[in-house]
């Protein structure tokens, strides 16, 4: 089955500043690589995804990167503000294998 | 809110007995699945439903059960409760079989 890696397991950062969280996979099947972010107490919630046949995407603040070659994925978060504090899980689809998540703390 | 729905909310059970989760998806979404979350873990894929069938099986234990029923909402049976098993219990939908999944609330189960 799918093993999703997610690194770093802790991050803080000063509001305004970039955070990349990434994440490696080892099924190279694998076509749809979900990001969800779970505020504290609250249901995971997707906020941007990517497929196979694509290699970035962004929306607003929020990025991803697909390196399908090496297999590893990415999230970047720019202008960060405190009520991006969460934690982030990344998800390949072969397997609904979450990454272990990453709690990234916002500091105003 | 995402459109998936858990039932109850919270559970207090005591330690030997049996409970049943009850989800339901979104309107329309074909696809059922659960997930455990224990405190400050990650998510845990139990096993997945798509239109009625079993499709996927996680770390699932033999005391748990699930089903999706022709309505397309699903039960998540689990049984001889232990303390390990409190936890958050998440449902999730989505239209396929695979792709974007829409999380329910959250039933919270505290096993004394």
């Known amino acids: 089955g799918e093993n999703v890696e997610q690194h770093p397991s802790t991050l803080s950062v000063q509001e305004g500043d970039s955070a990349v969280i990434k994440c490696t996979y080892s099924d190279s099947a694998s076509n749809y690589f979900p990001w969800y972010k779970q505020e504290l107490g609250k249901r995971p919630q997707l906020i941007i995804d990517i497929r196979s046949n694509v290699g970035e995407k962004k929306d607003q603040r929020i990025a991803v990167t697909l390196n399908k070659t090496a297999k590893h994925f990415s999230l970047h978060i720019t202008e960060t503000q405190p009520e991006d504090s969460a934690v982030y899980f990344c998800a390949a689809n072969n397997d609904m294998r979450f990454g272990a998540g990453t709690r990234l703390t916002v500091k105003p | 809110d995402s459109g998936v729905t858990q039932t109850p909310k919270h559970l207090i059970t005591a330690t030997g007995q049996r409970v049943t989760l009850r989800c339901s998806p979104r309107s329309g979404d074909l696809s059922v699945y659960w997930y455990q979350q224990s405190l400050d873990q990650g998510l845990q894929f139990l096993i997945q439903y798509y239109n009625g069938e079993e499709r996927a099986k996680g770390n699932i234990l033999e005391r748990f059960s699930a089903q999706q029923f022709p309505d397309l909402h699903s039960e998540l049976n689990l049984s001889s409760l232990e303390l390990g098993d409190s936890a958050l219990y998440f449902c999730?939908?989505?239209?396929?079989?695979?792709?974007?999944?829409?999380f329910g609330p959250g039933t919270r189960l505290t096993v004394t």
């Open positions: 999730a939908s989505s239209p396929w079989a695979s792709g974007e999944q829409y």
